[in-house]
């Protein structure tokens, strides 16, 4: 893959007003120094365009987003994290898009690390990248209870398709045309992150990570409370399991 190619990031937001114009603005800051090396394009840094997806936000999210004309799309109801994901997927797909970028609406993925999380895209080495808290170690690491439940999964997701993958739970993640093709069709709705990768791996993807450092959430609260926390072991176990048996399903039949 050249580098001549079209850059997406896909930016899921609900409830993100104190935090959204603080994303767009490192994205810009992003931009420019990339236009600043001497061929726009540096160590696998691209140009890339964004897209905001206001998924039924309560608050002042899509005020902020029309009133600062940013490029979004205002999801009439709130779809989850998965379904605002992938309807960011579709965009991709229906404009043409390489490459797209998965990062958060709420501060916490650092868009400088996006010149390592395309290399091995780029040079065809992987078909999805995510980027890893766990493989250095360094800033933010998520509270005790949340990295307790991302090693289980970690677990999980290696004895039912044999990949050890450190941070399941990442939604900092770059894929190629191919997965933005996938995703767009196949996507899980609910906490998506761990079970994509289960899908990427059944459709034969090659998944990488690569070490980025992430920031704790800068404003707003997390939706993540304890009884969702329970909720979401149970839920994610069980897609992760139903996803690996439907899939074994899917060949016998093929």
């Not at 160590?43 to 009133?67: F, H, M, Q, R």
């Not at 109801?77 to 379904?83: A, P, Q, S, T």
């Not at 906490?191 to 459709?203: G, K, N, Q, R």
């Amino acid at each position: 893959m050249d580098n001549d190619c079209r850059v997406l990031v896909i930016i899921p937001a609900y409830n993100e007003s104190e935090n959204i114009e603080q994303v767009i603005g490192r994205i810009m800051e992003y931009q420019a120094k990339v236009n600043r090396t001497a061929d726009g394009q540096a160590g696998g840094a691209i140009c890339c365009d964004y897209l905001i997806v206001n998924d039924g936000s309560t608050d002042n999210t899509w005020k902020i987003c029309k009133e600062k004309h940013y490029n979004y799309l205002d999801l009439p109801i709130n779809l989850g994290i998965g379904g605002a994901v992938q309807a960011g997927y579709v965009y991709a797909r229906k404009n043409d898009y390489d490459i797209a970028v998965q990062i958060d609406g709420d501060g916490q993925h650092d868009i400088h690390y996006l010149g390592d999380m395309l290399k091995p895209i780029l040079a065809e080495e992987a078909d999805v990248v995510i980027g890893s808290r766990f493989l250095r170690k360094e800033g933010y690491q998520s509270s005790f209870l949340r990295r307790t439940g991302s090693k289980i999964l970690s677990l999980l997701i290696r004895l039912t398709t044999g990949r050890k993958i450190y941070d399941v739970t990442s939604g900092y993640r770059v894929v190629n045309r191919k997965f933005i093709n996938i995703y767009s069709k196949d996507y899980p709705t609910d906490f998506p992150e761990p079970e994509a990768i289960v899908t990427a791996v059944m459709y034969g993807g090659k998944v990488l990570e690569v070490p980025v450092k992430m920031k704790a959430r800068e404003g707003g609260k997390s939706s993540i409370t304890f009884r969702r926390s329970v909720y979401y072991m149970i839920k994610v176990t069980l897609a992760i399991l139903v996803c690996r048996l439907s899939y074994g399903v899917r060949r016998s039949k093929s």
